[in-house]
């Protein structure tokens, strides 16, 4: 009897400390800290408004570390840049009063694909930072360059924060490519 009482006050000691941990943690602002050099980094919320295999015909002599970012803040250049990287879905309504629209081309394994996995913006640089994330599991990736172009919605209030150049984390190189407005 004494043993299942010191069981019981010791669970709920547990439970309190933990309780307690996870209080003075403090609630998740949406932002981290770049371990690389010790800058708060803000989570950007964003949505894929699409994704599909394709990339503009020029894509390999506009684009020589293999990434292509373009920005749409309006419905007409968005109009112009879905045509130009040969997307075929519709294309979609924006609130433009709230968002931009980034389009993202690059390569990929065919039998990999990547996925968004996270974006975040540093201020002080002005850097976006889109990591892009393949799958895990058993089995290999094949080493071929296959088309793949992102469409993803930002918020519009990105574009008053500094926002000056993009790094692609997840393909060869992380390339930072500098924000080309219209």
């Not at 506009?62 to 997307?87: H, M, N």
């Not at 574009?159 to 000056?164: K, N, S, T």
Request: aromatic share 8%; hydrophobic share 45%; glycine share 10%.
């Amino acid at each position: 009897m004494v043993e299942r009482r010191a069981f019981g006050i010791l669970g709920m000691a547990l439970v309190l400390l933990a309780a307690l941990a996870s209080a003075c943690r403090g609630s998740d602002t949406g932002s981290g800290r770049d371990a690389a050099d010790g800058r708060d980094l803000m989570q950007i919320t964003f949505r894929v408004v699409a994704t599909e295999k394709t990339l503009p015909a020029d894509f390999f002599s506009i684009a020589p570390k293999d990434v292509l970012i373009r920005v749409a803040t309006d419905q007409d250049k968005l109009q112009e840049l879905w045509s130009y990287f040969g997307l075929q879905v519709q294309v979609p309504s924006v609130r433009w009063d709230r968002e931009v629209i980034l389009l993202l081309g690059t390569g990929e394994s065919s039998t990999c694909p990547f996925r968004v996995g996270e974006i975040t913006f540093d201020g002080a640089s002005g850097r976006l930072r889109i990591r892009l994330d393949r799958p895990t599991g058993p089995g290999m990736c094949t080493a071929d360059f296959s088309p793949r172009t992102f469409v993803l919605a930002l918020p519009r209030n990105l574009m008053d924060g500094g926002w000056r150049e993009m790094q692609v984390l997840g393909v060869h190189g992380e390339p930072v490519v500098p924000l080309e407005l219209p």
